[in-house]
């Protein structure tokens, strides 16, 4: 068992996923079987649309945002869970003026 006190995760150093307005912070790289991350999308941003042979978790903590998921999208904010099967497109776009952030968590893949 391990309990580790939960850092600000703005105290983790932000790495650029090569989208420009998109930071990721890497909360739990090495603990478990999961990669809990911190994603920050500025105002105008978005991830790329892509898929691959995992799921996502993702809960959204701050601002507005719509997610597209196969052929459907949906407004999300605040408080929102998100679940995204394996191997099915999808895309995390800013809908809101402010910075849309959301913890994602993903299985680790060898």
């Not at 391990?2 to 600000?8: E, I, S, Y």
């Not at 930071?23 to 999308?41: N, T």
């Not at 949906?74 to 099967?85: M, N």
């Amino acid at each position: 068992m391990l309990v580790k006190r939960a850092k600000d995760f703005e105290e983790v150093v932000p790495q650029e996923p090569g989208v420009k307005g998109v930071r990721m912070r890497v909360l739990s790289p090495d603990e478990g079987s999961f990669v809990m991350r911190v994603f920050e999308v500025e105002p105008g941003g978005n991830t790329p649309s892509h898929s691959h042979p995992w799921e996502h978790q993702v809960y959204v903590l701050s601002g507005r945002g719509r997610v597209f998921i196969g052929n459907e999208s949906f407004e999300v904010e605040e408080g929102f869970f998100v679940y995204v099967p394996p191997n099915v497109p999808h895309q995390f776009v800013n809908a809101g003026e402010g910075v849309f952030r959301f913890i994602c968590a993903i299985p680790k893949v060898s």
